[in-house]
C-alpha cells in the first residue's frame, strides 16, 4: 500500500522527477523487506520519505521553518551531499512524531549507510541505488547480492561509493568510511574477495 499522507507531504518540496525516484525506492525496499520477513510498511514509508530534504539547505529549511539541529547543519559547510540525509530526518520527525527510530535511521542513513545498521537501514541504502530505473551498471550486480545476503550487498556498495567519491575527487564523509570497514570485517574474507573481484571493472 502506498501511504498517500507521505507523497502529499514529500510533495510540498521535491520535483516530480523526484517523487517518482522516491516511490521507486519504496516499492524495492518493500520487496526486499517482504524477502527478508521485515515490516514492508515501515520500509515503504522509509523510502518515500527518504529525500525529502533533498533539495532543500539549512537557509531554505530556516525560510520555511523546518526543524534541523545545529549539528545537522553544522555537515552541510562540508559534506553537502550527505547532509539531505541528516535534514530529511530531522525534518520527518518533526512533521510525523509518531514515526519510529527505525524509520528514521533508514533515512538518516540513507546515503553514506553507517556501521551496524539495522536490516531496515540497509534496506533502504540498497533499495536507493538498486530502483530499477537507476542507470548504473553495477545495478542488476547489487541487486543480485542484496537479494542474497544484506551484508554483503551493503559491503559492495559502500565499497563502490568509496571508489566513486575517491575518482571523483570528493571529500569522503566519515560514516561511509566506517560503513565500509564495518560489513568489510562482517563477512567473510572469501566472500569479500569475491565480491572486490565482480567489482573490480568498475573501480
Not at 38 to 43: C, I
Not at 98 to 112: E, F, K, P, V, Y
Not at 144 to 168: C, F, G, P, V
Amino acid at each position: 500500500m502506498i501511504h498517500a499522507e507521505f507523497i502529499s507531504f514529500i510533495s510540498q518540496f521535491l520535483p516530480q522527477s523526484r517523487i517518482d525516484h522516491s516511490l521507486r525506492v519504496a516499492h524495492s525496499a518493500r520487496d526486499l523487506a517482504k524477502h527478508y520477513g521485515l515490516d514492508q510498511d515501515h520500509a515503504e514509508i522509509a523510502g518515500i520519505l527518504h529525500d525529502v530534504a533533498k533539495m532543500l539547505s539549512p537557509d531554505k529549511c530556516r525560510e520555511k521553518n523546518l526543524p534541523t539541529r545545529p549539528e545537522t547543519n553544522q555537515v552541510w559547510d562540508q559534506f553537502a551531499l550527505v547532509w539531505h540525509q541528516y535534514a530529511g530526518a530531522d525534518i520527518v520527525a518533526g512533521a510525523f512524531p509518531s514515526l519510529s527510530d527505525t524509520i528514521l535511521a533508514a533515512i538518516r542513513w540513507h546515503t553514506t549507510g553507517t556501521a551496524d545498521m539495522a536490516p531496515l537501514t540497509q534496506i533502504v541504502f540498497l533499495a536507493d541505488y538498486i530502483e530499477p530505473q537507476r542507470p548504473f551498471e553495477t545495478r542488476p550486480l547489487i541487486e543480485k547480492l542484496a537479494y542474497s545476503n544484506l551484508d554483503q550487498a551493503t559491503y559492495a556498495l559502500a565499497r563502490l561509493s568509496l571508489a566513486e567519491l575517491i575518482n571523483r575527487q570528493i571529500p569522503i564523509f566519515p560514516e561511509s568510511i566506517q560503513c565500509h570497514n564495518f560489513y568489510l570485517s562482517k563477512i567473510a574474507k572469501k566472500d569479500a574477495k569475491v565480491i572486490v573481484h565482480l567489482l573490480h571493472p568498475y573501480l
